[in-house]
């Protein structure tokens, strides 16, 4: 039981803080959590960096995964406080402590029946041995009725195994839910991290892209050519995806898998439809593929004529 405390809340001073609300029967004031804290400190940080940075924008997407990952630990410890650790200090606490000391009453009253039988032995005289015979059947019947108390309370034990299993698989069932969604949060901020190309330069908000095929021609004067032959998609470039209105075709630069439903998954050197949604994350346009749609990362993407 002190185990799965520690567990749950693993600073000692909240533990002793949240006994004494506990014992005073008031609710112990909400605190915000690690995992909350330093979403807190990404997305502020990410803030001032800028969202439109690189680097400002995966900040603030962190900051948010460690916040809902903060929340679902929030979830976990209340849903375990609820349905195990409660109903199992309620056992220790309450039955445990009424079954112990009906045991040891038990073993009070056979030594005191042993007692009884020992005198009786010894006794010789008939007025003797008749008062020590009343006292054994005394004792005798306060043993057999401490005995069946003690009897019929140990009998409950077994549904109260019953009871701590249903608990214990709650238990279980609250932590596989918390490490799928964490698991969940962190697939999908690694997809949303992976619309950065990994070669992006943060000095000069550049970043570098497989040169067109010559059918294909990037927007306007941001496409620089450099030496190596690569095409430099610069920052205005991104800005033309955002604000391209209609239905445009575009070239695929990076092959990207869909993190869920909503979105699209892209194939290198392939051509779709793209058109921006009112609403829709300004890192995001809507694709069409045949009769498959679904949202694309910009920074994927290059606008084709």
């Known amino acids: 039981m002190k185990q799965t405390e520690v567990l749950l809340q693993p600073n000692p001073n909240a533990r002793i803080e949240e006994f004494v609300y506990e014992k005073l029967d008031r609710k112990a004031p909400s605190r915000i959590n690690n995992p909350e804290l330093l979403g807190q400190y990404m997305i502020d940080a990410g803030t001032e960096f800028g969202p439109g940075t690189a680097y400002g924008n995966a900040l603030i997407k962190c900051g948010e995964t ?7 630990d929030r979830e976990l410890i209340q849903t375990s406080a609820l ?29 005191d029946l042993d007692a009884a039988k020992t005198r009786l032995k010894k006794a010789k005289a008939a007025e003797t041995r008749a008062s020590s015979e009343q006292e054994l059947r005394i004792t005798q019947s306060e043993f057999d009725r401490q005995a ?7 009998e409950g034990i077994s549904s109260t195994h019953a009871h701590h299993l249903r608990c214990l698989n709650d238990f279980v069932e609250a932590q596989m839910t918390y490490y799928a969604q964490c698991y969940q949060y962190m697939l999908d901020l690694q997809k949303q991290l992976g619309s950065f190309p990994s070669n992006y330069c943060n000095n000069n908000q550049t970043s570098v892209a497989p040169a067109p095929s010559a059918s294909s021609n990037v927007i306007g004067s941001s496409a620089l050519t450099s030496t190596s032959g690569l095409v430099i998609t610069s920052p205005s470039n991104l800005i033309d995806l955002k604000e391209c209105s209609g239905s445009r075709k575009a070239r695929v630069l990076y092959d990207y898998d869909a993190a869920n439903s909503s979105e699209l998954s892209l194939l290198a050197d392939e051509v779709i439809t793209v058109f921006s949604v009112v609403g829709m994350d300004s890192d995001w346009l809507m694709g069409e593929r045949g ?7 910009i920074t994927y993407l290059e606008l084709l004529n």
């Not at 069946?148 to 140990?154: D, Y």
Request: hydrophobic residues 35%; charged residues 30%; glycine residues 6%.
């Open 83 to 111: 349905n195990f650790l409660t109903p199992l200090r309620n056992f220790i606490e309450g039955d445990y402590k009424t079954i112990a000391k009906e045991r040891k009453l038990l073993q009070n009253k056979r030594l």
């Open 291 to 297: 009769n498959q749609k679904g949202r694309v990362p």
């Open 66 to 72: 460690q916040k809902r990952i903060g929340t679902a």
């Open 148 to 154: 069946e108390i003690t009897r019929l309370l140990l």
